[in-house]
């Protein structure tokens, strides 16, 4: 089924912005220019087609690990769920680096939650996610721009 | 702007220790289908760090083929290209075929 790229929502769901569906194009942009060399240049069209696959990229494995969670009678999708889709679906040169990465994520994490159980007594890194609270919890991140 | 090359790992930098915006990754994944209930905190962040290296492989294969043309744009066909001729992105193949 042919999806409008351009414009126009075939949507199911009217309320949602057609920049919901993608990541910032500054964003996409910025890593692409990574690879590239420093006088290369990167088409628009080219940028919006990565924005386009990235956000396919994550359907696709978001897709593969929700079943895996649904077939084990789990309601919450995990980043341990996350790089198994990876590496189910052929992505296997990617598990080293993420592993690290949720590691090294776990450990300040785990420091900023020992700090916050101290003021608060609460554990956020338990809890599940249900709609967009979460920004608030990891200050790391609360200065996303959007 | 910023130069994104400097960014290091977590807890560097101004601009957040993320290349990406969670929030909006966490958006896309719960448009992937109905069965998507509840993501841990985890899974936008695993997911940052895997949109980073897909965008940084599919940009590569694509500037490979770009060169090959004699040109330093990197066009929306190099992208196409690399995808067809990558099995591992045979999920976009409907993708990049419509766009055309």
């Known amino acids: ?146 | 702007m910023r130069q994104a090359g400097t960014y290091s790992g977590i807890g560097s930098g101004k601009t957040g220790p993320h290349l990406l915006p969670l929030a909006r990754i966490k958006k896309i994944m719960k448009r992937s289908g109905e069965e998507v209930k509840m993501i841990s905190g985890e899974s936008p962040i695993v997911f940052s760090k895997a949109c980073e290296l897909f965008i940084k492989e599919l940009t590569q294969r694509s500037w490979m083929l770009t060169i090959k043309g004699k040109t330093r744009t990197l066009s929306k066909q190099d992208v196409a290209s690399a995808v067809m001729a990558t099995d591992l992105f045979d999920f976009l193949l409907n993708l990049v075929s419509d766009s055309d």
């Open chain 1, 1 to 146: 089924m042919a999806e409008n790229i351009i414009g126009a929502s075939n949507e199911d769901d009217v309320g949602i912005k057609e920049q919901d569906r993608l990541l910032p194009i500054a964003n996409v942009g910025r890593i692409m220019k990574q690879i590239v060399p420093p006088n290369a240049k990167i088409s628009k069209e080219a940028k919006e087609t990565m924005q386009e696959c990235v956000s396919e990229f994550i359907g696709f494995v978001t897709s593969e690990a929700s079943q895996k969670c649904r077939k084990e009678r789990r309601k919450t999708v995990t980043g341990d769920d996350i790089c198994w889709a990876l590496a189910t679906l052929g992505f296997d040169n990617y598990e080293a680096p993420l592993k690290r990465y949720l590691h090294k994520f776990r450990e300040l994490e785990g420091e900023k939650a020992a700090n916050q159980m101290k003021a608060t007594g609460h554990d956020y890194k338990q809890e599940e996610e249900e709609d967009e609270q979460y920004p608030l919890k990891f200050s790391l991140i609360g200065r996303n721009q959007q």
